[in-house]
């Protein structure tokens, strides 16, 4: 198999973390709605959490498409 082809493999695969961190961040949020109808007064204390995990789960969202940028044209 050829460099080139492998090349678009990883690009491929990488777009996997991209569809994980969607789905975290839905998960996220989805928890978050369940949790403040449960408990309405704890709403601050969950939306700060919510945030920080949803900023993190984003951030490796956008590593994964720095990733797949970085194989693409400099590999």
Known sequence: MELEALKY????LSSIAMFGA????GNIFSALLNGIARNPSAEEKLMKG???GAGLAEAMGLFAFLIALLLLFFV
């Not at 969607?22 to 961040?25: E, Q």
């Open 22 to 25: 969607a789905v975290g961040i």
């Open 50 to 52: 919510a945030f920080i």
């Open 9 to 12: 493999i990883g690009v491929g």
